[in-house]
């Protein structure tokens, strides 16, 4: 088995087909998750027993229960209860409820990691409740919540590899599907390795980046 | 859905359990052994131990299991599917508890070991007595979290066709026609054995002396 | 005149690029509280953690009972650092209690006091215990022996501590701001402890911020000043008549009318 990069070139645009596929359900998934996550933490703060009980239930269940599994009962059990979905849409669902489940958990430490004497101080200096909210709550977020959230972002950027396992027509299934057509397939999976090494090492540059870069801005206006 | 079918989910979750827990045990030992070059301050150790962490941190366990798999045999090593399963998995735990034991060693206060100098402690008494179990003490619950994270992550081994609980529940899904209630027993399962070691992980951590909260 | 409990020469520390300590010379006399006062950041701890060799000195020495300890150096300058075995058995003379206590969380108050005994001196763990429980009832602490460090307020573990470096035997004790992470209410039950052994005449070196301390219990006073030792003395000369301007200056900002009022 002698591994032709030949291979690689001629296949280039179906890898990159696939590429651009694992990027777009990694950065749909990830809004998507940040934004829902965020709901459902300002929900279980602020809307009583009622909405936070069921919404932690809801959120404990999806921590403690594999990606697959739940990928299987959405696209599997899904059209036994009327969602019959594709693979595509079947994975962006699962993969951002996921990620609301744990950006949820991110923003609700969030939350209660401000210091109540920020908000008090911002009381004594006369800002209104949503003055508060904009200039002191949401911005001391940011920053603590920025660190885990990308690394988030990174758990989910791996974890649309196992939609391949659904035929969604991302990197993995593309690679490796090319290597067993050109009888290479350990190659593929190096390359497949590499691929995500890189990517994963990018982001999590790009989020360290964005970390300092905001640090400072802050510091600036502090 | 049957008793019989929960039954066979409940058996294959023993898969699932045993292969975690081999898995957690393989990799802290190879943990030590990258953490112990990452502390050692020397590049030769350092930088290998770095490249490996980066790596199995990078690559989603699903490609990092399939290759193992498929390469194995490919290298001359004829071993059955749930050696490399148990191999994959417990490469991929070494690398994150290696970062957990790097930060426990880390993060015991330097103070605490001038103390023990200032007592005569040699430096090899002073690394045993104080400086080891206070790390472990720090990382235990990075090492409970990891777990939980293994056996969810364990699901993963049913692409190389092991059967564990959530290969059992592909098959039964697949022969009954009931993949609701099947994969939903399965989360269940999951669920439960997550929330017992979670419960485990705090008594046991309560009942270490000593380290404040 | 007998020998210096510890005599510090020429000492001069260097972190990187800043000097901390511009060549100190300074006597510890044997059997005598002496308290090293100054405002924070006049190298006064650092000076404390080189004579336990805590920190390496840049240059000069540490003598510990005619014994050098850490880094010899010839009078060519040249330096040179002494065998660990030999650093560890000059160091067993002295006993050091840290700002921040440094108790191990993993261990009881006994198990703290014995340790050393156990895993240094070989000790039986029942003589090792026994020894250690004798230096609790010293300290007054022998109902709190099974207690772990986060379940005794920070004077007891300051004390605990204490009964950890005297069950050693030491001949000098070291303390590094023994009263500054403790709530003020509890500071005095360390500082009676500490009463307690200047009594019994046990050679101290004290860094604090206690002057009432260093004015009834110190017996030589030195004051440091952004890494000089401006003066040495008997507490009389330094709280009666203080001539350094810098000295006058840092005892008119500490010196609290109680504290006058008890010179």
Not at chain 2, 116 to 141: D, H, N, S
Request: contains cysteine.
């Amino acid at each position: 088995m002698i591994f032709d990069v030949n291979v690689i070139f001629d296949q280039l645009p179906a890898i990159l087909r696939g590429a651009g596929v694992t990027i777009l359900l990694w950065i749909a998934a990830t809004i998507g998750g940040a934004f829902f996550g965020f709901l459902v933490a300002v929900g279980r703060r602020y809307g009583g027993r009622l909405v936070n009980l069921p919404l932690g239930f809801c959120v404990e269940i999806l921590r403690g229960t594999p990606f697959l599994i739940q990928i299987f009962l959405l696209y599997y059990g899904g059209p036994f209860i009327g969602l019959a979905l594709d693979p595509v849409p079947a994975g962006l669902m699962g993969l951002t409820v996921y990620g609301a489940a744990y950006y949820s958990e991110i923003f609700r430490s969030g939350f209660a990691a401000i210091p109540v004497g920020h908000i008090e101080a911002a009381q004594c200096v006369g800002l209104t409740q949503g003055q508060i909210i904009r200039r002191i709550l949401l911005p001391e977020m940011t920053m603590l919540v920025l660190p885990p959230s990308v690394n988030m972002a990174v758990i989910i950027l791996k974890e649309t590899a196992i939609l391949s396992i659904i035929t969604v027509p991302e990197l993995t299934l593309t690679v490796s599907a090319i290597g067993s057509q050109q009888y290479a397939f350990v190659e593929s999976l190096f390359l497949l390795a590499l691929i995500y090494w890189a990517l994963v090492e990018a982001a999590g540059r790009l989020g360290h980046l964005a970390e300092t870069r905001l640090s400072r801005y802050r510091f600036s206006q502090s | 859905m049957s008793l019989k079918l929960f039954e066979l989910l409940l058996k294959a979750s023993l898969y699932t359990i045993g292969i975690s827990l081999i898995s957690i045990l393989i990799g802290f030992a190879i943990a030590i052994l990258l953490s112990g070059a990452m502390l050692s301050g020397r590049k030769f150790f350092s930088a290998p131990a770095q490249i490996f962490i980066s790596f199995f941190r990078g690559v989603p366990l699903l490609v990092q299991l399939l290759l193992i798999y498929n390469l194995l045999p490919v290298i001359g090593i004829n071993v059955p599917s749930i050696v490399a399963a148990i191999v994959g998995l417990s490469l991929c735990t070494a690398a994150y508890q290696a970062e957990n034991l790097r930060g426990g060693f880390a993060s015991v206060p330097r103070g605490l070991i001038e103390s023990a100098e200032m007592v005569g402690f040699t430096p090899g008494q002073a690394f045993r007595r104080i400086k080891v179990p206070i790390a472990l003490r720090l990382t235990f619950p990075a090492l409970v979290n990891e777990a939980i994270l293994i056996l969810k992550a364990s699901s993963l081994v049913s692409v190389v066709g092991i059967v564990e609980l959530t290969r059992m529940a592909q098959d039964l899904a697949g022969s009954t026609f009931l993949p609701l209630e099947i994969f939903a027993s399965a989360g269940l399962i999951y669920l439960v054995i997550n929330l017992v070691v979670a419960r485990a992980g705090g008594l046991i951590e309560r009942s270490l002396p000593g380290i404040p909260r | 005149m007998s020998l210096p409990a510890i005599a510090v020469k020429n000492l001069v520390k260097q972190f990187g690029e800043t000097t901390v300590l511009h060549g100190i010379d300074l006597d510890i006399p044997q059997g005598k509280v002496s308290c090293l006062i100054g405002p924070s950041g006049s190298g006064k701890s650092t000076l404390l953690r080189c004579m336990a060799f805590l920190e390496e000195a840049t240059r000069g020495t540490i003598t510990i009972d005619g014994e050098v300890l850490g880094f010899s150096e010839s009078a060519q300058g040249v330096r040179e650092r002494l065998p660990a075995a030999t650093n560890r058995a000059i160091r067993s003379r002295i006993g050091m209690v840290f700002q921040q206590f440094n108790l191990w969380p993993h261990m009881t108050a006994l198990g703290n006091v014995s340790e050393a005994l156990k895993t240094v001196h070989k000790m039986s763990r029942k003589d090792a215990e026994d020894l250690a429980m004798a230096q609790l009832v010293k300290v007054g602490l022998e109902s709190r022996a099974g207690h772990y460090p986060a379940q005794l307020s920070g004077g007891q573990q300051q004390r605990v501590a204490i009964a950890r470096a005297l069950a050693l035997k030491p001949k000098i004790m070291l303390f590094d701001e023994p009263t500054s992470s403790l709530d003020p209410e509890l500071t005095g039950e360390v500082l009676n402890v500490m009463r307690d052994l200047a009594a019994e005449g046990m050679t101290m070196v004290v860094v604090s911020h206690e002057i009432g301390f260093a004015a009834t219990v110190g017996q030589q006073i030195s004051f440091l000043d952004q890494g000089k030792l401006l003066f040495t003395g008997a507490p009389s000369d330094v709280f009666r008549k203080p001539r350094n301007p810098r000295l006058e200056q840092f005892l008119d900002t500490y010196l609290d009318r109680g504290a006058s009022m008890l010179v």
